[in-house]
């Protein structure tokens, strides 16, 4: 087939030259948004009058039909038109003939492809948004059932504090709020319209390039064409979101691959979510969150992919940039895989709330709270530190734990104890004694998730 581009070429490209130029295995995935393009600067070239009326709208009835009969599978793709837009234009002229050849009029290809990859970043962010959502509610709804199941925090992965499971999850819900915002913002500056921008240096015709960005739902207009076409940074900004997102996914997998382990006995994932080994009929491997933790990487090597590709071109386009795509489609596949099935793995997981309340019982994760009764007996905290450190070692050398000291044991490192530590030192009032905005009591996390649920309904 002859090259819409062709007409200062004296022969056709090579066979391996047109495969290796192509974009169209990926990039056919855009035609939805191509089309719709398409036919508001169709439907604008009329209202300008830059082609006639009637052109306009025969151009745009048979977009439609051409959308029609690709989501009915009707046709097939031509590599030889190297990518979306030019299947498109070539159907539309096998169709409507020299009516056909008006639409291209005031844009190029490099306008037009930032136009596609923007509208369609712009739908997949709403869709994730909604996964994002739905796993913010779901682990909501596991800290509303485990408001009193203590558990011991960690540092270093060392016990460190009692906690409960619920405000441990709800962490999480902060940071997957802080993810959503992101989304939000990246779409804030990907709703901008850079068609008319043409190859690079806008065109001499009366566009009303507001009109099209009305009739697309774009906030506004690119303001200086050269980077119209030349801008990928929202793709960037997408794909370090996502990487985020991928981040927390991957340490809340890490944490749920060692408490469903032997070693640590918190939680059983369920049957639909884990899978056995080949040779050891025992196992029982929390293969779904390793999978979630091993993508992260891949994710991440989508961005780094593509701020490398940008690192280096000059202004405006360059065919470097075609390289955005498969990588900006790869990581939102991965993402919308990766969220549904770990969003169902923790909904449906078994936790084990008594040996996550029998673990706060070793490695002194009340001694804070001995070091704090000390301070409000009136001893400094660093003496109060060091009392309640020699109280651990201790405790160490003899095999035991403070809860289990007698009181002539405590009077032996400072008089200043009394039987009123016991009650300051169960790990349940090391919870509920932590009363303060962000802390794990009870009162505080009742309040927390009920202010979760008011953010949710605000949610798509």
Same mark, same amino acid.
């Given at each position: @087939?002859?090259?819409?581009?062709?007409?200062?070429?004296?022969?056709?490209?090579?066979?391996?030259?047109?495969?290796?130029?192509?974009?169209?295995?990926?990039?056919?995935? @855009?035609?939805?948004?191509?089309?719709?393009?398409?036919?508001?600067?169709?439907?604008?070239?009329?209202?300008?009058?830059?082609?006639?009326?009637?052109?306009?709208?025969?151009?745009?009835?048979?977009?439609?039909?051409?959308?029609?009969?690709?989501?009915?599978?009707?046709?097939?793709?031509?590599?030889?038109?190297?990518?979306?837009?030019?299947?498109?234009? &070539?159907?539309?002229?096998?169709?409507?003939?020299?009516?056909?050849?008006?639409?291209?009029?005031?844009?190029?290809? $490099?306008?037009?492809?930032?136009?596609?990859?923007? @509208? /369609?970043?712009?739908?997949?962010?709403?869709?994730?948004?909604?996964?994002?959502? $739905?796993?913010? &509610?779901?682990?909501?709804?596991?800290?509303?059932?485990?408001?009193?199941?203590?558990?011991?925090?960690?540092?270093?992965?060392?016990?460190?504090?009692?906690?409960?499971?619920?405000?441990?999850?709800?962490?999480?819900?902060? @940071?997957?709020?802080?993810?959503?915002?992101?989304?939000?913002? &990246?779409?804030?500056?990907?709703?901008?319209?850079?068609?008319?921008?043409?190859?690079?240096?806008? &065109?001499? /015709?009366?566009?009303?390039?507001?009109?099209?960005?009305?009739?697309?739902?774009?906030?506004?207009?690119?303001?200086?064409?050269?980077?119209?076409?030349?801008?990928?940074?929202?793709?960037?900004?997408?794909?370090?979101?996502?990487?985020?997102?991928?981040?927390?996914?991957?340490?809340?997998?890490?944490?749920?691959?060692?408490?469903?382990?032997h070693e640590f006995k918190f939680v059983e994932l369920d049957d639909a979510y884990s899978t056995g080994s080949s040779i050891m009929p025992q196992k029982k491997n929390p293969d779904m969150a390793e999978l979630i933790r091993g993508k992260t990487g891949r994710v991440y090597g989508y961005l780094m992919g593509l701020l490398t590709t940008m690192k280096g071109l000059p202004l405006a386009y360059n065919k470097d940039m075609q390289e955005d795509k498969e990588g900006v489609f790869a990581a939102i596949d991965t993402l919308k895989m990766c969220l549904p099935v770990f969003t169902a793995m923790v909904d449906t997981m078994t936790v084990r709330k008594k040996n996550m309340y029998e673990a706060t019982k070793g490695g002194f994760t009340n001694a804070t709270d001995a070091a704090d009764w000390l301070v409000k007996q009136g001893v400094a905290f660093r003496d109060a530190h060091s009392i309640i450190g020699q109280l651990v070692l201790y405790c160490i050398n003899n095999n035991t734990n403070l809860d289990d000291l007698s009181i002539e044991e405590y009077k032996s490192i400072s008089p200043v104890f009394n039987e009123t530590v016991y009650d300051a030192i169960t790990v349940e009032k090391c919870v509920d004694a932590r009363n303060v905005p962000g802390g794990p009591s009870k009162e505080y996390i009742t309040k927390l998730i009920a202010l979760n649920d008011e953010y949710l309904k605000t949610l798509i």
């Amino acid at each position: @087939m002859s090259k819409l581009w062709g007409g200062r070429f004296t022969k056709q490209t090579d066979s391996f030259t047109d495969h290796f130029h192509s974009s169209i295995s990926f990039d056919q995935r @855009m035609y939805k948004q191509d089309i719709e393009g398409s036919i508001a600067h169709a439907g604008m070239l009329g209202a300008q009058h830059i082609i006639p009326n009637a052109d306009a709208l025969l151009i745009q009835k048979t977009l439609k039909e051409i959308l029609a009969d690709i989501e009915n599978g009707t046709i097939t793709f031509d590599e030889k038109a190297e990518d979306i837009h030019m299947n498109i234009e &070539t159907i539309l002229i096998d169709r409507i003939g020299e009516v056909g050849k008006r639409l291209h009029t005031g844009r190029s290809r $490099n306008d037009q492809v930032a136009l596609d990859i923007r @509208m /369609y970043v712009k739908e997949e962010i709403t869709d994730i948004k909604q996964l994002l959502a $739905n796993l913010e &509610t779901v682990l909501n709804n596991i800290a509303k059932k485990n408001i009193d199941t203590i558990m011991p925090g960690y540092t270093h992965l060392q016990r460190a504090q009692p906690i409960t499971l619920a405000h441990h999850v709800l962490a999480y819900v902060e @940071m997957f709020k802080r993810d959503y915002d992101r989304l939000n913002d &990246t779409y804030k500056r990907t709703n901008i319209l850079p068609l008319g921008s043409g190859a690079l240096a806008a &065109t001499t /015709y009366p566009l009303d390039r507001n009109m099209v960005a009305r009739e697309l739902g774009f906030d506004g207009i690119t303001l200086n064409s050269l980077d119209g076409v030349s801008d990928r940074d929202f793709c960037i900004e997408l794909l370090s979101s996502l990487s985020i997102i991928m981040m927390h996914l991957s340490r809340f997998c890490e944490e749920i691959i060692l408490w469903s382990s032997h070693e640590f006995k918190f939680v059983e994932l369920d049957d639909a979510y884990s899978t056995g080994s080949s040779i050891m009929p025992q196992k029982k491997n929390p293969d779904m969150a390793e999978l979630i933790r091993g993508k992260t990487g891949r994710v991440y090597g989508y961005l780094m992919g593509l701020l490398t590709t940008m690192k280096g071109l000059p202004l405006a386009y360059n065919k470097d940039m075609q390289e955005d795509k498969e990588g900006v489609f790869a990581a939102i596949d991965t993402l919308k895989m990766c969220l549904p099935v770990f969003t169902a793995m923790v909904d449906t997981m078994t936790v084990r709330k008594k040996n996550m309340y029998e673990a706060t019982k070793g490695g002194f994760t009340n001694a804070t709270d001995a070091a704090d009764w000390l301070v409000k007996q009136g001893v400094a905290f660093r003496d109060a530190h060091s009392i309640i450190g020699q109280l651990v070692l201790y405790c160490i050398n003899n095999n035991t734990n403070l809860d289990d000291l007698s009181i002539e044991e405590y009077k032996s490192i400072s008089p200043v104890f009394n039987e009123t530590v016991y009650d300051a030192i169960t790990v349940e009032k090391c919870v509920d004694a932590r009363n303060v905005p962000g802390g794990p009591s009870k009162e505080y996390i009742t309040k927390l998730i009920a202010l979760n649920d008011e953010y949710l309904k605000t949610l798509i």
